[in-house]
T-cell receptor, first 116, second 114 residues
Framework: ETGVTQTPRHLVMGMTNKKSLKCEQH?????MYWYKQSAKKPLELMFV???????ENNSVPSRFSPECPNSSHLFLHLHTLQPEDSALYLC???????????????FGSGTRLTVV | GESVGLHLPTLSVQEGDNSIINCAYS??????FIWYKQESGKGPQFIID?????DKRQGQRVTVLLNKTVKHLSLQIAATQPGDSAVYFC?????????????FGKGTSLLVTP
């Protein structure tokens, strides 16, 4: 275990379904992230939260909706997804990056999402 | 746009040999670099990092080399073991960074054969 827990590990959903991915960390980190990992592509940053405030939305379609109720929890709400949204969705957390940064991110194991 | 990239998508080595995984970056302002290892079914895990004021850093069986002149980063794994089989990513931090977000490369798949 890395300290970042993602649930569920696997999810199959239809294009008309609504589902949510959950991420939880108790590392005392201030920043949390959602990344999308597709085959043969670099990790794609989706959202960044710092002290519960969203600091970056990397041109993500509105069918993905993040929520960060506190510094330890992060959700990704999904609705009316497309088959091309099938991917591994990774959550990560970090201490403040900058002069004091070290070790970058701590990643969860991801949620393998399949849209049918 | 500027991004981190990798010279080789796959690398096959024999157990016991040394492995070298390369990464090219294009942003001269990048000040911090990390190598991650991702095993099947898991998220990326930190291996080793290096700041731009250094050119070499060693860990346990791993060494990272940074050549800022040619914007090149490499990961060397000594005495490669079957457990080293994974995808390896390099990542960079480009200041100023309001989103604290690292920029990742595509990844190199390392396969260790007995």
């Amino acid at each position: 275990e890395t300290g970042v827990t993602q649930t569920p590990r696997h999810l199959v959903m239809g294009m008309t379904n609504k589902k949510s991915l959950k991420c939880e960390q108790h590392l005392g980190h201030n920043a949390m992230y959602w990344y999308k990992q597709s085959a043969k592509k670099p990790l794609e940053l989706m959202f960044v939260y710092n002290f519960k405030e969203q600091t970056e939305n990397n041109s993500v379609p509105s069918r993905f909706s993040p929520e960060c109720p506190n510094s330890s929890h992060l959700f990704l709400h999904l609705h009316t997804l497309q088959p091309e949204d099938s991917a591994l969705y990774l959550c990560a957390s970090s201490q403040e990056l900058g002069q004091g940064m070290k070790h970058g991110y701590t990643f969860g194991s991801g949620t393998r999402l399949t849209v049918v | 746009g500027e991004s981190v990239g990798l010279h080789l998508p796959t690398l096959s080595v024999q157990e016991g040999d040394n492995s070298i995984i390369n990464c090219a970056y294009s942003n001269s302002a990048s000040d911090y670099f990390i190598w991650y290892k991702q095993e099947s079914g898991k998220g990326p895990q930190f291996i080793i990092d290096i700041r731009s004021n250094m050119d070499k850093r060693q860990g346990q069986r791993v060494t990272v080399l940074l050549n800022k002149t040619v914007k090149h980063l490499s990961l060397q794994i000594a005495a490669t073991q079957p457990g080293d089989s994974a995808v390896y990513f390099c990542a960079e931090n480009i200041p100023p960074n309001s989103g604290y977000a690292l920029n990742f490369g595509k990844g190199t798949s390392l396969l260790v054969t007995p």
